[in-house]
């Protein structure tokens, strides 16, 4: 029987490099697609809907941004993996706020990254058990249908139409899903980090903390006076009600 493997989209505009990644994802068993330019990119995700893409920021004709919020845009939801020379943080919070699940800086290790996308890939196929609807008092998240959404303004619990809505990536509705799982204990990041993306994720406590920025600006009234996912000093993380 023919083994089904998953598919990864590299767009990336450097030549050498993008050879080199399509080359080694290959030899580590995955179906790999190519782009080297943003509308060809585009085009390509649509059309092959890849299990995983990897994403350059700076391309010709389209910004990997640009690429990333379009995707997100039309409901597309499959793991997004930005590649950049760009080393500053606001870099990164943009590219997260555009929808992206993880972010590498060049140059990076080609280990790392294999090492990210097996356990962004896997972290995906992953069920909890458990639960599968949570509701309180601002959102409620279904987990089978990975739907968000968030009461309206004035709306009260058991009425119609008081629920809109919300769209999340990947990546947050892992995280929204977990303080849930987990909600009234004080969460270190390093807990957080090593149990929605295993042990293998690489990213730093910033981009966690990025994440929790998203996620507050979605499910709070008032992000910057959070009611569910609050700050525990010299700790990380609590989730209530």
């Not at 990336?12 to 190519?34: H, R, S």
């Not at 499959?78 to 929808?99: C, N, Q, S, W, Y």
């Not at 249908?145 to 009425?159: D, E, I, N, T, Y």
């Amino acid at each position: 029987m023919k083994e089904n493997k998953q598919t990864i989209l590299v767009v990336e505009d450097d030549e050498a490099l993008l050879l080199g990644l399509e080359t080694n994802l290959k030899f580590a068993g995955y179906e790999v697609v190519t782009a080297q330019d943003g509308n060809k990119g585009l085009k390509a995700a649509m059309d092959s809907r890849p299990d995983l893409i990897l994403l350059d920021v700076m391309l010709p004709g389209m910004t990997g941004y640009d690429i990333c919020r379009k995707l997100r845009d039309g409901g597309m939801q499959m793991p997004i993996v930005m590649l950049t020379a760009r080393h500053e943080e606001f870099d990164k919070i943009h590219g997260f706020e555009m929808g992206a699940d993880d972010y590498v800086t060049k140059p990076f290790s080609l280990n790392e990254l294999l090492a990210r996308i097996k356990a962004i890939l896997m972290r995906g196929s992953r069920r909890a058990s458990g639960p599968t609807k949570y509701e309180c008092s601002d959102f409620a998240l279904d987990l089978e249908s990975r739907v968000l959404k968030r009461r309206k303004a004035g709306g009260k619990r058991g009425g119609e139409g008081e629920f809109e809505d919300m769209e999340l990536t990947r990546t947050e509705f892992d995280l929204l899903a977990y303080f849930c799982a987990n909600e009234g204990k004080a969460l270190s990041r390093e807990q957080v980090m090593n149990d929605v993306w295993g042990m293998e994720y690489y990213g730093t406590q910033r981009s966690l903390d990025s994440f929790v920025a998203s996620l507050r600006s979605k499910i709070e009234k008032k992000p910057s006076d959070p009611l569910h996912i609050l700050t525990v000093h010299g700790v990380g993380y609590k989730f209530v009600k």
